[in-house]
């Protein structure tokens, strides 16, 4: 066991002994049915506080091998699925938060430097008889080799580069070449999962990353319902603590997100898990959600200035409205193309940043509803 390699379950553990947790462990028989196969690349993009570490503490704690995880997982949705007991506590696993190297280091380099340090440092640990020659590659690719056991690789925070080092190409270009290395065409990996709020960068007419699996806030598919509080699960929740389900979808409401399956179409109505929880903890309705992002960077965006993920670059309507959308401050339905203010909780703000805007700038810039 290290920092990295086999954490253990205290994360998920923690999230299951809250005074409220809502069981999404159902999502881990979508990542089973992928493992070893030409779809075991999945990256989920959603706003901040809408479950991603909370999910990613959730399969470590399913996959690692050096816990016994039956006991937090017996009473939980997964245990129903034929491959609960086939892939639970057998692999080994990486879970890694890139914002914890990006924040200690100056540059790009650097950040990727420790990663690799801190990652070999623990496989060492594990593995001592095995040599490496100091690339993480080949370490990985010399223990698959010794013990037949592909690696579960665990990314949060992925796109946080993009966001912090918004105008280096450069770095951000090195940044997913390291990622297509150590990732892409490796027999050692059993399942590469990330998870972020931007979608994955896109280079030319090609993705350095295109073997990922993209699930994002504009096209969800069939994750939908496990990042955010479905309906039913507020309505739940609302008749334990007493409080208005009415009052709660004024508040907290309004993601739309669609999915297309063999079945048909289907519309998921989804809410901010951190602000149902607070408001429900609290017994009271309030901002509880933009509390995470500020309105200083809603200002900027609210200019229309084409999207290109770095969070700086627009060049129509259609990619400030884009950027939004995986921000959380709109919902999309991509049936009639639209986008709006998703709730009474966004909304105030967007009020909040528009009050401290020069008015004369507000109004200069048209604005649109509708993306084609």
Same mark, same amino acid.
């Not at 809408?50 to 939980?76: H, Q």
């Not at 390291?178 to 972020?196: C, E, N, P, S």
């Not at 969070?311 to 999309?332: C, E």
């Given at each position: ?12 553990? +923690? ?9 999404? #462990? ?12 030409? !779809? ?49 506590? !057998? ?6 938060? $890139? !914002? =914890? ?65 918004? !105008? ?25 999962? $990330? ?21 994002? $806030?504009?096209?969800? =598919? ?8 479905? &309906?039913? +699960? ?73 999207? &290109? ?12 409205? #884009? ?21 009474? &909780?966004?909304?105030? &703000? ?6 401290? $805007?020069?008015?004369? +700038? ?11």
């Amino acid at each position: 066991m290290g920092s990295y390699l086999n954490p253990r379950n205290k994360g998920f553990y +923690e999230s299951i002994n809250s005074p409220i947790y809502v069981d999404k #462990t159902a999502l881990i028989e979508k990542t089973n049915a992928v493992l070893n196969t030409r !779809q075991k690349f999945l990256c989920v993009s959603r706003p901040r506080r809408f479950g991603k570490s909370m999910a990613a503490d959730m399969l470590a704690a399913y996959y690692e091998r050096e816990s016994d995880s039956a006991e937090l997982f017996d009473s939980l949705a997964i245990s129903r699925s034929e491959s609960y007991r086939k892939h639970r506590n !057998q692999y080994d696993v990486l879970k890694i938060n $890139m !914002q =914890d190297f990006l924040s200690v280091t100056s540059n790009m380099e650097e950040m990727l430097r420790l990663l690799q340090e801190r990652i070999l440092a623990d496989l060492k640990q594990e593995y001592p008889d095995i040599t490496d020659g100091g690339y993480l590659v080949f370490m990985m690719q010399d223990i698959y080799i010794h013990t037949k056991r592909p690696f579960i690789i665990l990314i949060d925070e992925w796109d946080c580069l993009f966001r912090e080092y918004q !105008q280096d190409k450069e770095s951000q270009k090195k940044y997913l070449d390291f990622l297509r290395a150590w990732l892409k065409d490796k027999d050692y990996v059993a399942l590469a999962y $990330m998870t972020g709020i931007l979608p994955i960068k896109k280079y030319g007419s090609h993705s350095a990353l295109n073997m990922f699996t993209e699930y994002s $806030m504009t096209d969800p =598919d069939g994750l939908a319902e496990y990042f955010g509080f479905t &309906e039913s +699960e507020v309505q739940s929740l609302c008749r334990e603590y007493q409080m208005n389900f009415e009052e709660a979808q004024a508040w907290y409401d309004g993601y739309r997100l669609i999915t297309h399956t063999a079945e048909g179409t289907g519309c998921h109505s989804i809410y901010s898990p951190k602000s149902v929880v607070e408001a429900m903890l609290r017994h009271k309705y309030g901002t509880y959600w933009n509390q995470t992002e500020t309105y200083e960077a809603l200002k900027v965006y609210i200019h229309t200035g084409t999207f &290109e993920n770095d969070m700086t670059t627009f060049a129509t309507k259609d990619d400030i409205l #884009t950027l939004l959308v995986h921000l959380g401050y709109l919902t999309y339905d991509s049936i009639q193309e639209t986008v709006s203010i998703p709730n009474k &909780e966004v909304s105030l &703000e967007y009020m909040n940043a528009i009050r401290t $805007m020069d008015w004369h +700038e507000v109004v200069r810039t048209p604005h649109t509803a509708t993306m084609k």
